[in-house]
């Protein structure tokens, strides 16, 4: 799992016999180490964990065995980076892993390239400086990808570039493309269409008028594809959840009121919408595909977090259902009942169903059902919000992030490894 999106770029796990039955309190648990600020998923490749976190004014890359969790090395760079709307310091982006290095994309720019065995820095490079940008609504966000001997970045620079492209190996700057777009808070996905190798990047962030959308360039050079603007009308909305590829379709969302769209891919390179959908807008969540149907959670909010359904052909929908149930937590005035859902939860694709991780840190199998929703099995992690993290499933191992305290048990911010293995 040595990127954000997984293997193969689509939260999609190969991973097959995993425990089907999840006890109420969860999995065997394997190990665990204290976490800093964040949100960025660890990536692991082979017997080493990367988690990217930070402690103090530091932003800090962990290296440790994936087994259990004892740290190999560990680099720190000072950072000031403060959110401007109460979140946390620490990155969202994810680490990457990719021929023997390690890349980082932090909250306030610096983009760096580490090696994997001793942490040592190969090169860096500090993205907001260079290029002339201001911090974003919520620091830097999009996770960079790996494509070829390319590190993808969608940098969103005033008067481009939107996306540019950075040698692996030297960190120089190999090809740029767009103008028009800003930064926004979705990972690059690459992809072959029509026999051509593209990256498709949904951007768009801090912009007045709010601009953004997909953007698709050719993987090799950089050259612009085709360009469909999507954004909501709001000044504080962002393009976040990744691209979807669907053959020679791609799916794109947002959840500040433009919804969701399909479209269609031509030989010729451009694009046309085939569907939209004002009611299935995703914020920062990827759906998971199955059986030509999308499953992902409709709302901006807590309030307003929908698990739906609908057709990938038509954009139809089939259902929508708010998960929710009674749960009984210990407190000092005795037990109290409260009530829990999944909220804005992170699906990944396992062993044929969906393994959810809720929002305030439970985890559940969920069938992916075109007939309605259903529950398989869950268990409650820890009691903590902001489990905006999506879960990492490797060698049966699952890897969780605890981002917040939880006021219940008492526990901090927290990395946990569990044993997922089934029979």
């Known amino acids: 799992w040595t990127s954000f999106l997984g293997p193969d770029g689509t939260l999609v796990s190969t991973e097959t016999k995993l425990l089907r039955d999840l006890p109420p309190g969860g999995?065997?648990?394997?190990?665990?180490?204290?976490?800093?600020?964040?949100?960025?998923?660890?990536?692991?490749?082979?017997?080493?964990?990367?988690?990217?976190?930070?402690?103090?004014?530091?932003?800090?890359?962990?290296?440790l065995r994936a087994t259990d969790g004892r740290r190999f090395w560990r680099h720190a760079t000072p950072t000031d980076y403060t959110d401007r709307y109460g979140y946390n310091g620490g990155p969202r982006c994810s680490p990457v892993i990719a021929g023997g290095r390690v890349f980082t994309f932090g909250a306030d720019g610096l983009l760096q390239a580490l090696d994997l065995a001793t942490g040592t820095v190969l090169w860096r490079r500090e993205i907001l400086k260079e290029f002339g940008m201001q911090q974003n609504f919520f620091g830097v966000g999009?996770?960079?990808?790996?494509?070829?001997?390319?590190?993808?970045?969608?940098?969103?620079?005033?008067?481009?570039?939107?996306?540019?492209?950075?040698?692996?190996?030297?960190?120089?700057?190999?090809?740029?493309?767009?103008?028009?777009?800003g930064p926004g808070y979705s990972t690059p996905v690459a992809a072959t269409i029509h026999g051509r190798r593209l990256v498709l990047v949904f951007a768009g962030g801090e912009s007045v008028p709010p601009v953004g959308g997909l953007l698709a360039v050719d993987a090799a050079d950089g050259r612009v594809a085709f360009e469909f603007p999507w954004r909501g009308k709001r000044r504080e909305s962002v393009n976040a959840a990744p691209p979807v590829v669907l053959g020679d379709r791609v799916f794109?969302?947002?959840?500040?009121?433009?919804?969701?769209?399909?479209?269609?891919?031509?030989?010729?390179?451009?694009?046309?919408?085939?569907?939209?959908?004002?009611?299935?807008?995703?914020?920062?969540?990827?759906?998971?595909?199955?059986d030509g149907r999308l499953y992902g959670v409709d709302g901006h909010g807590p309030g307003d977090a929908f698990l739906a359904c609908v057709e990938a052909a038509t954009g139809r929908e089939l259902w929508r259902v708010k998960p929710r149930w009674k749960e009984t937590v210990a407190t000092a005035e005795g037990?109290?009942?409260?009530?829990?859902?999944?909220?804005?939860?992170?699906m990944l694709a396992a062993d044929g169903r969906a393994l959810c991780l809720g929002e305030l840190g439970h985890l559940l199998w969920v069938e992916l059902d075109p007939t309605g929703y259903r529950e398989l099995s869950r268990a409650w992690l820890f009691a903590a919000q902001q489990t905006w993290t999506p879960p990492v499933v490797s060698r049966g191992l699952l890897y969780v992030c605890q981002n917040e305290r939880d006021p219940f048990r008492g526990t901090g911010r927290r990395l946990l490894c569990y044993d997922l293995r089934g029979e």
């Open 142 to 181: 999009a996770t960079p990808l790996v494509e070829g001997s390319n590190l993808v970045v969608n940098v969103g620079a005033p008067g481009g570039p939107c996306v540019a492209a950075f040698d692996c190996a030297t960190g120089r700057m190999t090809w740029g493309a767009g103008t028009a777009w």
């Open 252 to 290: 794109i969302s947002e959840c500040y009121g433009a919804g969701g769209v399909m479209l269609q891919v031509d030989p010729s390179g451009g694009c046309r919408p085939v569907w939209t959908n004002e009611s299935f807008g995703l914020h920062f969540m990827a759906p998971a595909v199955k």
């Open 335 to 346: 037990p109290r009942e409260i009530t829990a859902g999944t909220i804005r939860c992170s």
């Open 27 to 63: 999995p065997p648990l394997v190990w665990e180490v204290a976490k800093g600020e964040g949100y960025a998923a660890p990536a692991v490749a082979g017997d080493k964990l990367i988690l990217f976190h930070r402690v103090g004014d530091e932003a800090v890359v962990d290296c």
